[in-house]
């Protein structure tokens, strides 16, 4: 099974700034069947990247993915407020359908 | 629109069993699978597994295999997750969440389930 670890586990930043969280998985990753959320406090998950590098709707472009292989990462420029919360990467094997989750990155206010 | 609801939150004794609904409205419930994703108390996601809700195939996570059973009524569109011989671990809340191909989104609401003696 592909493992995804996700670094750092916390990230201390301050508005305004840039944050980068990392996902190394243990194996290659189609890129079509790499995606990011973000869940905050008492809420479900909820997409923000899929395919390792598209926005789903509504999600403000400060929000942006990049990489393949087994090596992605989530950009947030110019963080706001409402962007402090726990973000996760997860990846579909098919045949049979197959999910995994990052640990998760908590990304908090400095 | 879309709309996952879930049934409301159980405390359960180890050893029992405890069975988590899904309502599914606002599609066509065999066009999406369905995916089971638990959250332990301060801890990540851990997918459970997924059911197919045209034709009920399953997958589940191998650690859960034989502990956990996932159906669906598509009359009701409505899907289910049974999970037995609990344990003090098995405290989470537990999300459903339609399946599109390899996204899921959106989810339900959240059901908490508590196993404590």
């Known amino acids: 099974d592909i493992v995804l670890t996700q670094s750092p586990g916390t990230l201390s930043l301050s508005p305004g700034e840039r944050a980068t969280v990392s996902c190394r998985a243990s194996q290659s990753v189609s890129r079509s069947y790499l995606a990011w959320y973000q869940q905050k406090p008492g809420q479900a998950p909820r997409l923000l990247i899929y395919?390792?590098?598209s926005r789903a709707t509504g999600i403000p472009d400060r929000f942006s993915g990049s990489g393949s292989g087994t090596d992605f990462t989530l950009t947030i420029n110019r963080l706001e407020p409402e962007d402090f919360a726990v973000y996760y990467c997860q990846q579909y094997g098919s045949s049979p359908p197959t999910y995994t989750f990052g640990q998760g990155t908590k990304l908090e206010i400095k | 629109q879309v709309q996952l609801v879930q049934s409301g939150a159980e405390v359960k004794k180890p050893g029992a069993s405890v069975k988590v609904s899904c309502k599914a409205s606002?599609?066509?419930?065999?066009?999406?699978?369905i995916s089971w994703v638990r959250q332990a108390p301060g801890q990540g996601l851990e997918w459970m597994g997924w059911?197919?809700?045209?034709?009920?195939?399953?997958n589940y996570a191998q650690k859960l295999q034989g502990r956990v059973i996932m159906t669906t009524d598509t009359s009701t569109s409505t899907a289910y997750m049974e999970l037995r011989s609990l344990r003090s671990d098995d405290t989470a809340v537990y999300y459903c969440a339609r399946v599109s191909g390899s996204l899921f989104g959106p989810w339900g609401q959240g059901t908490l389930v508590t196993v404590s003696s």
């Open positions: 606002g599609y066509t419930f065999s066009n999406h699978g």
């Open positions: 059911i197919s809700g045209y034709n009920g195939d399953t």
């Open positions: 395919g390792a590098s």
